[in-house]
């Protein structure tokens, strides 16, 4: 018996590769643009501002604009496909950091931000949509995990270029060129990209399609499993790693960031990994339930456990992301319980979730700490080390919850 071609027959046997190429720099741009709105808060841009600008006003519009349109935009592009909604999608997130550059007051800014978050909205949907398109099945959760790894380096790499390109050309031109790149890279799409291949029949109906999703619990609890496993991983890395370790460690800003460095490889690791052995043992939720739970005793150890020495912490944060790599699995799960007829809007409302409990564990965290729920950065990391512990209790109870999750979960075994 012949083995099944891992792509979809085309012309072209590059083709497909080059599709998800060309997906991997539209997720490069869509965080070029998170970058540059978080840049606004530096010394060397604010003085560009007639106001002030904290995190919050940065992070509030990007979050909301993901869980408003993350769901209508995935249904989209199931019903039209990823060329024409994407490319739309993106001019209108590109028009949305030429008005951030061009701003003057905080409405625009909110405005803009609110545009440039429909840019994060397609980067999973868009590049899995397309992957399910012209990959065979049985390569789906492979290509995934290296979507994953090919967002972390983007992160690795933009966040470094941002600051650089922003010293060098000012933050205002900055935004405007990246807009300006944002609307040829989106002709780009439109114009290279076909949707999948002749030999692909799918005929995409709203109303069945929309039923079936929604009327299957198991697409709640795969959507809950994943989305509670790595959003603790999503909030520490960056952020909530840097403050704790500011005030528990006095740890300096380079180290936090070499800690991160680490955090982010582990996890690009541990998807490629869970990918490879989830699709051999072919028992992914056994294998998504141990991650889970390795991850939640690393957690436990890196936050309420006594001081570790710098080198416990990297070796401790890289196994922890390592086993919650295993947490990505989520994506091919929901898509292989919706037969892969619906893959944005199965890929949409994951990310939905990831997103709306991104935004609930960062506010609780904070509330928890301070007992307000917007302070400055500074005033947050005035707080004890006990706190802090106190405040990302939420962190292994959002890992519990999702180990109960996967304990619901009804297993296809790849089928």
């Not at 409405?107 to 899995?128: A, E, F, H, Q, R």
């Not at 301070?370 to 209790?393: D, N, R, Y």
Request: charged fraction near 10%.
């Amino acid at each position: 018996m012949k083995n099944k071609p891992s792509m979809i027959a085309h012309p072209r046997p590059v083709y497909p590769y080059m599709v998800w190429i060309t997906c991997n720099l539209i997720n490069f741009y869509a965080l070029l643009l998170q970058f540059s709105s978080w840049d606004v808060r530096t010394h060397f841009h604010e003085k560009e501002l007639l106001f002030s600008v904290d995190s919050e006003a940065l992070f509030t519009p990007l979050v909301l604009s993901i869980i408003l349109f993350q769901i209508p935009i995935a249904l989209l592009i199931d019903r039209f496909g990823p060329k024409k909604v994407s490319s739309l999608t993106l001019i209108i997130a590109a028009l949305g950091v030429i008005l951030f550059g061009y701003t003057h007051s905080p409405t625009l800014l909110w405005i803009g931000i609110l545009l440039m978050g429909l840019g994060t909205t397609i980067t999973y949907v868009n590049s899995l949509k397309l992957i399910a398109n012209w990959f065979s099945h049985s390569r789906f959760p492979f290509m995934v995990s290296w979507t994953i790894i090919g967002i972390i380096i983007s992160t690795i790499i933009g966040q470094p270029l941002i600051i650089l390109l922003a010293k060098q050309f000012g933050w205002s031109n900055l935004l405007i060129n990246l807009g300006m790149v944002g609307i040829i890279l989106a002709l780009f799409f439109f114009f290279f990209t076909r949707d999948q291949s002749e030999s692909v029949l799918s005929q995409f109906e709203c109303g069945p399609s929309l039923k079936k999703v929604f009327s299957s619990p198991n697409t709640y609890l795969i959507a809950l499993a994943g989305a509670l496993g790595i959003t603790p991983w999503l909030a520490s890395t960056g952020f909530w790693h840097h403050a704790f370790y500011a005030v528990a460690y006095e740890m300096n800003g380079g180290d936090a960031a070499f800690i991160d460095l680490i955090d982010m490889l582990g996890f690009g690791i541990g998807s490629l990994f869970f990918s490879i052995y989830g699709k051999k043992a072919g028992k992914r939720k056994v294998l998504i339930g141990g991650g889970v739970l390795a991850s939640l005793l690393v957690t436990c150890l890196l936050i309420y456990a006594p001081r570790f020495t710098l080198p416990s912490l990297i070796v401790l944060t890289g196994v922890g992301s390592f086993f919650i790599g295993s947490a990505t699995l989520t994506f091919t799960l929901i898509c292989e319980n919706n037969q892969f007829k619906s893959v944005g809007l199965s890929v949409g409302i994951l990310c939905f979730a990831v997103a709306l409990l991104r935004f609930i564990e960062n506010l609780l965290i904070t509330l928890i700490i301070t007992g307000k729920s917007k302070v400055p950065l500074e005033t947050l990391l005035e707080s004890s080390t006990k706190e802090f512990q106190q405040g990302l209790i939420l962190m292994p109870v959002f890992l519990l919850l999702s180990f109960i999750c996967v304990i619901f979960i009804k297993e296809n075994y790849g089928k």
